[in-house]
């Protein structure tokens, strides 16, 4: 059995759906402090001018510690307007632009309260997409798991009776195997490899969000993100 637990992201890239094929569970990890200037709330995509960045408005007092879960929408600024126009402005002439522009159409439609629920809108339909819809994605606030940074995560793969933890490549700065190994679990760190396949707008740019690639290759996307074939 192998888990992976990896906080949400807005839109992600290719590598954090990479870790979800992997995995036979895998972790929302939603009840964690909330981190400033990282992935939960933005993401990149590409237009005609370059990278753009697509960022949900936030009230956040860090202070206060908030966790990812707790995270409110600043609804006064009409972000949704901004990011749909941006999507269909840049993919519009994308092969598989009409088979999935209505996701996106449907969640700007709607005025979220909470940042936890667009991701996991996104990230569960994504997921659909690319043919991982039968894949177990949990998020740890359900699970009522407790245990300080390391314990929880060797906590939540007992639950699944997990032999293997895939991490992130990050986690190579704080994860000690040997420890994770103390309780019969092996940890393998993602080497994400990032193919060169075919955007519009000119060269290549790496690590965008997912919409990038299921714009361009549609039924493919998952085939490519996991570098079997382009």
Not at 2 to 11: C, E, R, S
Not at 116 to 144: H, P, Q, W
Request: with cysteine.
């Amino acid at each position: 059995m192998i888990v992976g637990i990896l906080q949400p992201g807005y839109l992600p890239w290719l590598g954090f759906f990479e870790q979800i094929y992997k995995c036979d569970k895998f972790i929302i990890y939603d009840d964690v402090q909330y981190d400033k200037h990282g992935w939960r709330n933005r993401n990149r995509i590409k237009t005609t001018n370059g990278v753009q960045w697509l960022t949900v408005p936030v009230f956040v007092n860090f202070k206060e510690k908030p966790l990812i879960n707790e995270i409110r929408i600043d609804n006064k600024i009409n972000w949704r307007k901004k990011h749909l126009f941006a999507i269909k402005q840049s993919y519009s002439k994308a092969t598989f632009f009409t088979k999935y522009i209505n996701i996106f159409e449907d969640a700007y439609s709607r005025e979220w309260q909470f940042l936890i629920d667009v991701d996991m809108y996104f990230i569960m339909k994504i997921a659909e997409c690319l043919g991982l819809g039968n894949k177990r994605i949990i998020k740890s606030s359900t699970l009522n798991i407790r245990g300080d940074r390391i314990e929880r995560l060797i906590n939540i793969c007992k639950k699944f009776d997990a032999d293997t933890f895939y991490e992130g490549a990050s986690g190579e700065n704080y994860i000690n195997k040997k420890y994770f190994a103390m309780h019969g679990i092996k940890v393998i760190f993602q080497e994400y490899k990032h193919l060169v396949y075919n955007q519009l707008h000119g060269n290549f740019v790496p690590f965008l969000s997912i919409v990038d690639l299921l714009f361009n290759h549609g039924e493919k996307s998952l085939e490519i993100l996991i570098n079997q074939s382009l």
